[in-house]
């Protein structure tokens, strides 16, 4: 049996992410900070029979134990979810409260709720095919000041990445990378007018924003174990947004 927990699947690119997982034949689990009865939740789930949805804050590393007994064993974690910086501005004028909650959720929650899902994962047979995908950003490696705190997190999931593609690799778990470029969703709907006219003019080649579907694209071989002997890779899903251009 596939079942995969996907990290933020309630919305945006975890939703693109689940809803391609479930199409595929995994067995969906969301997991969430926000409460089930919400709108957003339960269109999530109208859109996947047999999908479930659990409450959970991925800042609160002591409840990760209990999230993972509630969902049962899984062969797929996306860990997807994340927080932005709380404003964006003058890297000098950054608050300790903004950079701990990005390092909170996006890199310390991340980190135990991938390590306890690697433990258990070590106790399934080897088929079907074990997987963990990190969605970082393109901002692991391309620098934005007044969002520093976010770029910092993500810097760090992506070694934290490497850390267990490496360790996991001899026990057949694969482990993937991916970072997605300018997607639109709830959390970069504030900055749409920013991006638009610079999208249009090159900023990204293919000249469009990215949608869910795109990393969903992605996830899907991966996760099925497609390039298996791929594991550490690291995938732009971008656009072209991070090649190096004159």
């Known amino acids: 049996m596939k079942r995969a927990l996907i990290t933020g699947g309630q919305q945006g690119i975890g939703l693109?992410?689940?809803?391609a997982l479930h199409t595929a034949g995994w067995q969906v689990a969301l997991a969430?900070?926000?409460?089930?009865?919400?709108?957003?939740?339960q269109a999530a789930l109208a859109a996947m029979p047999g999908a479930t949805y659990h409450r959970h804050d991925l800042a609160d590393v002591s409840s990760v134990a209990a999230l993972m007994d509630a969902v049962g064993p899984v062969t797929t974690l996306v860990s997807n979810a994340g927080v932005p910086a709380m404003v964006r501005g003058d890297l000098l004028d950054m608050s300790v409260e903004s950079f701990d909650r990005c390092i909170s959720v996006n890199l310390r929650g991340a980190m135990f709720l991938a390590q306890e899902a690697a433990r258990r994962m070590l106790a399934l047979p080897a088929d079907p095919y074990r997987a963990i995908c990190f969605i970082t950003s393109v901002s692991a490696s391309m620098v934005s000041p007044d969002r520093a705190e976010y770029c910092i997190s993500k810097s760090g999931a992506a070694m934290m990445a490497q850390a267990f593609a490496a360790r996991l690799a001899p026990d057949g778990i694969g482990v993937f990378d991916i970072r997605p470029g300018?997607?639109?969703?709830?959390?970069?709907?504030?900055?749409?007018?920013?991006?638009?006219?610079?999208?249009?003019?090159g900023l990204v080649p293919a000249r469009r924003w990215g949608r869910p579907a795109?990393?969903?694209?992605?996830?899907?071989?991966?996760?099925?174990?497609?390039f298996a002997f791929a594991t550490g890779t690291v995938i732009p899903v971008?656009?072209?947004l991070s090649i190096h251009r004159l």
């Open 214 to 226: 795109d990393i969903a694209q992605t996830i899907v071989p991966l996760v099925r174990g497609d």
């Open 16 to 19: 693109g992410i689940a809803e």
């Open 182 to 201: 300018i997607i639109a969703t709830p959390m970069t709907a504030p900055v749409r007018d920013r991006y638009d006219a610079r999208i249009a003019d």
């Open 32 to 41: 969430a900070e926000v409460v089930p009865d919400s709108e957003v939740v």
């Open 238 to 240: 971008d656009g072209g």
